[in-house]
């Protein structure tokens, strides 16, 4: 019982016993981790993907439609990654921003 009574008042929240600043600032780092994550992950299969199989001429030019292709993926990537993470960690997925000690989510 005792514990129960120290838990009154409490939103629920699974980082709870942090103040609310931190959780928030670790809550949109892991959201940003994730997004650039998937953002990248997303981008670079569809390259992958669009480099299979490879051209049998090697002095050949590059097939534009497979340019187009992997240009609409890396777009769509971006664009779906934003749309899901925009609301807790602002959008911005760039590997340098999100790996960076500072990060652009802790204000002073």
């Known amino acids: 019982m005792a514990i129960k009574s120290r838990f009154i008042g409490q939103t629920g929240a699974v980082m709870g016993f942090l103040p609310e600043a931190h959780r928030n600032n670790i809550t949109a780092f892991i959201s940003e981790l994730a997004g650039t994550f998937m953002f990248l992950f997303f981008a670079f299969a569809i390259a ?37 993470f925009y609301r807790v960690s602002g959008g911005m997925f760039n590997p340098a921003v999100c790996l960076c000690p500072g990060g652009p989510w802790i204000t002073f």
């Open 48 to 84: 992958q993907v669009a480099h299979t199989p490879p051209p049998t001429d090697a002095d050949a030019s590059p097939n534009l439609l497979v340019v187009f292709f992997i240009a609409l993926g890396f777009g769509c990537s971006v664009a779906i990654n934003v749309w899901l």
